[in-house]
């Protein structure tokens, strides 16, 4: 089994400013089968990152994924409000296809 | 494109069966490149996968839950559903279905729908 540890739990962060989450996985596997969801209370995930780096449909350039291997980063470049929210990763590598435990950003 | 809608009680009694539909629309469930997949959250907790299928049969299961889930598909409905049977409280959660390759864009979600173990 793939466990994806994710880093920090949470990040405290003001608008406007960067932002860089942390997927480790326990073994390596394929990038094309990393991605990055966001979640908002109340609401289901929804896709933004697929295959470690190409963002989904309708999600916005401020957002980019980076990384191979064990190794996965999901970066923000300027935090716009609406991007406070949990965000997980999940890889589709093998089965299980397992979830990292979320990223919790908050605004500082 | 694609829409999931799940259906199921919201209130299942301990040691019973949690059973859930997941209707497909705007898309085939025969589709060759997806699987389709339950997810659940506990209150206040991360996501847990908990399988898929893919229209060829093959079933896909999370370890911990293996001895108690089934996911099936049916075609002729073009739905899936989850059975996850003895269940307990910890089993309380919001179950979602989905559906993905895995390594492309598609990658609807159902609303999601709360579903509590208690007598």
């Known amino acids: 089994e793939i466990v994806l540890t994710q880093s920090p739990g949470t990040l405290s962060l003001s608008p406007g400013e960067r932002a860089t989450l942390s997927c480790r996985a326990s073994?390596?596997?394929?990038?094309?089968?990393l991605a990055w969801y966001q979640q908002k209370p109340g609401q289901a995930p929804r896709l933004l990152i697929y295959g470690a780096s190409s963002r989904a449909t309708g999600i916005p350039d401020r957002f980019s994924g980076s990384g191979s291997g064990t190794d996965f980063t999901l970066t923000i470049s300027r935090l716009e409000p609406e991007d406070f929210a949990v965000y997980y990763c999940?890889?589709?590598?093998?089965?299980?296809?397992?979830f990292g435990q979320g990223t919790k950003l908050e605004i500082k | 494109q694609v829409q999931l809608q799940e259906s199921g009680p919201g209130l299942v009694k301990p040691s019973g069966t949690l059973s859930l539909t997941c209707a497909v629309s705007g898309g085939s469930i025969s589709s060759s490149n997806s699987w389709w997949s339950w997810v659940r959250q506990p209150p206040g907790r991360g996501l847990e996968w908990i399988g898929d299928?893919?229209?060829?049969?093959?079933?896909n299961y999370n370890p911990s839950l293996k001895s108690r889930v089934t996911i099936s598909l049916d075609k002729s409905q073009n739905q899936f559903s989850l059975k996850l049977s003895s269940v307990t409280a910890a089993d309380t959660a919001v179950y979602y279905c989905?559906?993905?390759?895995?390594?492309?864009?598609?990658?609807?979600w159902g609303q999601g729908t709360l579903v509590t173990v208690s007598s």
């Open positions: 073994q390596s596997f394929s990038s094309s089968y």
């Open positions: 989905r559906a993905y390759t895995g390594y492309t864009s598609f990658d609807p």
């Open positions: 299928i893919h229209p060829s049969g093959t079933t």
């Open positions: 999940q890889q589709f590598g093998g089965s299980p296809r397992t």
